[in-house]
């Protein structure tokens, strides 16, 4: 998902801007309207972080801009505290809207209820999932739909164990009693996709996904 920030403060830029990085994010910023305008058509982000004050065009009319053409969603960010100010940047057509100072959390919360739980960062690991995309250290893994949505289901449940059969219901909907070998030619074709180290055999039991760092969204 790409992220574009306008937002003229510096110092509120470089911060948002390490935290969405590291939180699975493509990045890119502007420190003044007319410059965020210009990338918004040149760019296409997914979501656009927009302050409201700022020299040359302000929120109000970039958001009037964005919105005039596009549905991206737009989330508004403010040093003013009055009710009228939220509401005109509202019926403007931002989706959402919060107030300086605020935190990463917030941040981080009012993101994901705009773009929807579509991404999932684990590791060195970001999954697309209206894309069914995985990454693997920023680089694109080529994945059949069954292997993304084996790997997504064993990342997104990591460090638990899963039996063959448990697998078998849950990625692939077929009973217990299907050949448990499907599960294992699977495993061992993501392993040479993306190194043997992430998904672990247990033995006599099935498998479990495992990383060093782990940054979940």
Sequence with gaps: MKILIVEDEERIRKVVRSFLIKNGYVVREAADGEEGLDLFYEWNPDLVLLDVMMPKKDGYEVCRAIKSEKTTPVLMLTAKTQEEDE???LEIGADDYIRKPFSLKILELRLK?????????????????????????????????????????????HSKIFSREQILNNVWDLLCESDPRTVDTHVKNLRKKIGHEFITTVKGFGYKFEVKNENNI
């Design 87 to 89: 509401i005109r940047g």
């Design 113 to 157: 209820n705009l773009l929807g739980d579509e991404i999932y960062t684990i590791g060195e690991f970001r999954f697309v999932k209206n894309e069914k995309n995985v990454y693997f250290n920023d680089k694109i893994v080529d994945l059949p739909p069954k292997e993304y949505d084996l790997l997504y289901y064993l990342a997104k449940n």
